[in-house]
Nanobody
């Protein structure tokens, strides 16, 4: 069973930056998607940024140019650098994985995932990000 543990959330003022980190026990030679998702109060969970086994990133339109996802294979971490944060980014952020996704199919999670569909079989406990105006 894959374990995902997030860290790095907190409170920041509008325009500020935060860096989230997800440590995973993911060890698969097959295809997978590993990424960041978020859920704001009263809203559906949505994809933010994902990466496939080849390291290809994909981003939600709302975060393009502000967020950067990166992976450190030696440390088994997936980081999310968030810059130019706005109150609209306030949410619980989760790390999640689809353990059977072929390469080239992960972008769907960043652009079309709103809480249903896909095959996200592993989730972290979440880390809160709060951006004040």
């Amino acid at each position: 069973q894959v374990q995902l543990v997030e860290s790095g959330g907190g409170s920041v003022q509008s325009g500020g930056s935060l860096r989230l980190s997800c440590v995973s026990s993911l060890q698969t030679r097959g295809g997978y998607c590993l990424g960041w998702f978020r859920q704001a109060p009263g809203k559906e969970r949505e994809g933010v940024a994902v990466m496939d086994i080849n390291g290809s990133p994909a981003y939600a339109d709302s975060v393009k140019g502000r967020f950067t996802v990166s992976r450190d294979n030696a440390k088994n971490t997936l980081d999310l650098q968030m810059n130019a944060l706005s109150p609209e980014d306030t949410a619980m952020y989760y790390c999640a994985a689809d353990l059977s996704a072929p390469p080239g199919t992960c972008a769907w999670y960043a652009t079309n995932y709103y809480g249903t569909g896909g095959n996200l079989g592993a989730w972290g406990q979440g880390t809160q990000v709060t951006v004040s105006s």
